[in-house]
């Protein structure tokens, strides 16, 4: 429920504060007293996008701050929970705005987006203005009302859920296809690239090793003489083995003389030896290899070309040739993978749209059962506000599959005729302002009524009409003000009598200002301006004696 509003320089407002009570409140006024600007201030609460005009001359900035009462099972709580918003029982909604183009939304302090404004205010006001573009006149929301009074959440909830997973293998099917096209692209190329690779088998290291066996063949003779050189020096008579083999012989004839530390020299001689004959080993493999070597250069030449021309055709290093084949192998696995995951896929995605198919058929099942219910009980309302031929019907067109969405399968659209014998049409089609009024009324009636949380505003509902039609008009609208919060901005004298609170828009010149101020009224001031209502600004006694005979009915 809303309980105050408070409202400081918007326009001719310069500093207002409303307590608004339960029930039905009308509130009234001389034309360009500053109604509209309420329903502006309200509309901002909304999250009405910012009119920067709205703020009073000569001021720098405006706000309009709205004081909401809500008890622990209302369901705007999950909502504000969802933002991390603090609350006890009241919601503090306010909008500030500032000439330099500024503006701020806050809930209970909070700083809030402009859509989680609309999102968590929408379960706590609606601003029901005569022609207006959206609610009840904007077709696409007609579903959603229709929704709101059914009450089949679980349905809405299986089809979304079904769609989305639809949606999202449908998805993965897309993207798939296109990576199974990007490398079915490819797919020759990388297959005769690794079959050449799998031919030239590289190694690591490789380039490396056949440089060096290249440079040896290079020097090969050269490399041969040297260790033959070396074979000499080592084995020939007088060569290194044989005077090594001298000296030790005559420091062994040496001990017989009992020479001291020969024991030590001729260890030395000893060590000498073994290392010598570590050498001769050496030079002998190293001659044999040079002997039995099979390569040439010929053969070194073609291999490296073969593992270069490679390299350049992969754009890398030769080392990196092995990981080439690696990654060439992955792609092809790869590609295999894809095409069975493909139908895995697609099997997945035909029982996923089968679900939604049932689940969403479900759902329109339960909603074409709601819609008779809702529309019985709308047109046993329309009578009560003098439409007897009237009738309203919820009329339902099946979407085609590929266009269809979270919401299921159906488009609904409301649909009205006002007198016996007409055609229906749609219901922002139908042409009477009373009429249209009246027809929005009945509907508010019934789908408020489910929903008992909002405090609904009514603008002008009654304009176009007079008489019965506005007494009938006002009779419903202090029904709906029983059940929960109503408000209507009036000019008729009849709906303004049915009231259970009054409020008062007028502006006064101040100091060379004009400034709206509202008032509530008590009993003997609503008499006073329901008779000018009646009959303008002279207020006779026949204006107040009919004004009083209206609060009375």
Same mark, same amino acid.
């Given at each position: 429920?809303?309980?105050?509003?408070?409202?400081?320089?918007?326009?001719?407002?310069?500093?207002?504060?409303?307590?608004?009570?339960?029930?039905?409140?009308?509130?009234?006024?001389?034309?360009?007293?500053?109604?509209?600007i309420?329903?502006?201030?309200?509309?901002?609460?909304?999250?009405?996008?910012?009119?920067?005009?709205?703020?009073?001359?000569?001021?720098?900035? *405006?706000?309009?701050t709205?004081?909401?009462?809500?008890?622990?099972?209302?369901?705007?709580?999950?909502?504000?929970?969802?933002?991390?918003? +603090?609350?006890?029982? +009241?919601?503090?909604?306010?909008?500030?705005?500032?000439?330099?183009?500024?503006? #701020?939304c806050?809930?209970?302090?909070?700083?809030? !987006?402009?859509?989680?404004?609309i999102?968590?205010?929408?379960?706590l006001?609606?601003?029901?203005g005569?022609? +207006?573009?959206?609610?009840?006149?904007?077709?696409?929301? &007609?579903?959603?009302?229709?929704?709101?009074?059914?009450?089949?959440?679980?349905?809405?909830?299986?089809?979304?859920?079904?769609?989305? +997973?639809?949606?999202?293998?449908?998805?993965?099917?897309?993207?798939?296809?296109?990576?199974?096209?990007?490398?079915?692209?490819?797919?020759?190329?990388?297959?005769?690239s690794?079959?050449?690779?799998?031919?030239?088998?590289?190694?690591?290291?490789?380039?490396?090793?056949?440089?060096?066996?290249?440079?040896?063949?290079?020097?090969?003779?050269?490399?041969?003489?040297?260790?033959?050189?070396?074979?000499?020096?080592?084995?020939?008579?007088?060569?290194?083995e044989?005077l090594?083999? /001298?000296?030790?012989?005559?420091?062994?004839?040496? #001990?017989?003389?009992?020479?001291?530390?020969?024991?030590?020299?001729?260890?030395?001689?000893?060590?000498? /030896?073994?290392?010598?004959?570590?050498?001769?080993i050496?030079?002998n493999?190293k001659?044999?290899?040079?002997?039995?070597?099979?390569?040439?250069?010929? !053969?070194?030449?073609?291999?490296?070309?073969?593992?270069?021309?490679?390299?350049?055709? &992969?754009?890398?290093?030769?080392?990196?040739?092995?990981?080439?084949?690696?990654?060439?192998?992955?792609?092809?696995?790869?590609?295999?993978?894809?095409?069975?995951?493909?139908?895995?896929?697609?099997?997945? &995605?035909?029982?996923?749209?089968?679900?939604?198919?049932?689940?969403?058929?479900?759902?329109?099942?339960?909603?074409?059962?709601?819609?008779?219910?809702?529309?019985?009980?709308?047109?046993?309302?329309?009578?009560?506000l003098?439409?007897?031929?009237?009738?309203?019907?919820?009329?339902?067109?099946?979407?085609?599959?590929?266009?269809?969405?979270?919401?299921?399968?159906?488009?609904?659209?409301?649909?009205?005729?006002?007198?016996?014998?007409?055609? /229906?049409?749609?219901?922002?089609?139908?042409?009477?302002?009373?009429?249209?009024?009246?027809?929005?009324?009945?509907? /508010?009636?019934v789908?408020?009524?489910?929903?008992?949380?909002?405090?609904?505003?009514?603008?002008?509902?009654?304009?176009?009409?007079g008489?019965? *039609?506005?007494?009938?008009?006002?009779?419903?609208? *202090?029904?709906?003000?029983?059940?929960?919060?109503?408000?209507?901005?009036?000019?008729?004298?009849?709906?303004?009598? #049915?009231? &259970?609170?009054?409020?008062?828009?007028?502006?006064?010149?101040?100091?060379?200002?004009?400034?709206?101020?509202?008032?509530?009224?008590?009993?003997?001031?609503?008499?006073?301006?329901?008779?000018?209502?009646?009959?303008?600004?002279?207020?006779?006694?026949?204006?107040?004696? *009919?004004?009083? #005979?209206?609060?009375?009915?």
């Amino acid at each position: 429920m809303l309980k105050e509003l408070i409202v400081k320089n918007i326009v001719l407002i310069e500093s207002i504060k409303i307590e608004f009570k339960k029930g039905l409140s009308v509130l009234t006024g001389e034309t360009g007293t500053g109604k509209s600007i309420l329903l502006d201030s309200l509309g901002l609460i909304v999250g009405n996008r910012v009119d920067f005009n709205l703020i009073r001359d000569g001021e720098t900035d *405006a706000s309009v701050t709205a004081i909401f009462q809500i008890n622990e099972k209302h369901p705007v709580i999950r909502v504000i929970q969802r933002y991390d918003i +603090e609350f006890e029982d +009241e919601l503090i909604i306010r909008r500030q705005i500032k000439a330099d183009g500024k503006s #701020k939304c806050l809930v209970n302090d909070t700083i809030v !987006t402009r859509n989680a404004l609309i999102e968590i205010t929408d379960y706590l006001i609606e601003i029901q203005g005569q022609f +207006e573009d959206r609610g009840l006149l904007d077709i696409k929301t &007609h579903l959603s009302l229709l929704d709101d009074y059914s009450n089949h959440y679980k349905l809405i909830e299986d089809t979304k859920i079904s769609f989305n +997973e639809m949606e999202k293998l449908k998805n993965f099917i897309k993207e798939t296809k296109k990576k199974e096209r990007e490398l079915n692209d490819d797919n020759e190329w990388i297959k005769d690239s690794l079959d050449q690779l799998i031919i030239l088998d590289p190694k690591s290291g490789e380039e490396k090793e056949l440089g060096q066996a290249k440079q040896l063949l290079s020097n090969r003779e050269k490399i041969y003489n040297k260790i033959i050189k070396v074979k000499s020096i080592l084995e020939d008579e007088n060569g290194l083995e044989d005077l090594i083999n /001298k000296l030790l012989k005559e420091f062994e004839d040496l #001990k017989s003389y009992k020479q001291p530390n020969l024991d030590e020299a001729i260890e030395s001689i000893y060590r000498t /030896k073994a290392e010598i004959e570590e050498i001769k080993i050496f030079v002998n493999r190293k001659s044999t290899d040079l002997n039995e070597k099979t390569d040439n250069l010929e !053969t070194i030449d073609d291999r490296l070309y073969e593992l270069r021309s490679q390299a350049r055709k &992969h754009k890398c290093e030769v080392d990196d040739l092995i990981k080439i084949k690696i990654e060439l192998e992955e792609k092809l696995e790869e590609l295999r993978k894809k095409s069975s995951n493909l139908n895995d896929l697609r099997d997945k &995605h035909k029982e996923a749209k089968e679900n939604f198919k049932l689940n969403s058929r479900l759902l329109s099942e339960s909603r074409q059962k709601s819609a008779i219910k809702l529309s019985e009980k709308i047109n046993k309302e329309l009578p009560f506000l003098k439409l007897e031929n009237a009738n309203f019907e919820i009329k339902f067109e099946e979407i085609d599959f590929e266009n269809c969405s979270i919401d299921g399968i159906d488009k609904v659209i409301f649909f009205a005729s006002t007198n016996t014998g007409m055609d /229906k049409k749609p219901i922002n089609k139908i042409a009477s302002g009373g009429e249209l009024s009246r027809f929005l009324l009945a509907i /508010k009636v019934v789908l408020e009524t489910e929903m008992q949380n909002r405090t609904i505003v009514f603008d002008e509902i009654d304009s176009g009409i007079g008489g019965s *039609a506005a007494n009938a008009v006002g009779l419903r609208l *202090a029904k709906l003000g029983k059940t929960y919060q109503t408000m209507v901005v009036t000019h008729s004298p009849q709906v303004t009598s #049915k009231g &259970h609170n009054h409020y008062l828009i007028k502006k006064q010149d101040i100091q060379n200002k004009t400034i709206s101020n509202v008032t509530e009224l008590n009993i003997n001031e609503r008499v006073e301006e329901i008779a000018r209502m009646v009959s303008g600004q002279s207020i006779t006694n026949e204006a107040r004696e *009919a004004a009083q #005979k209206l609060l009375d009915n």
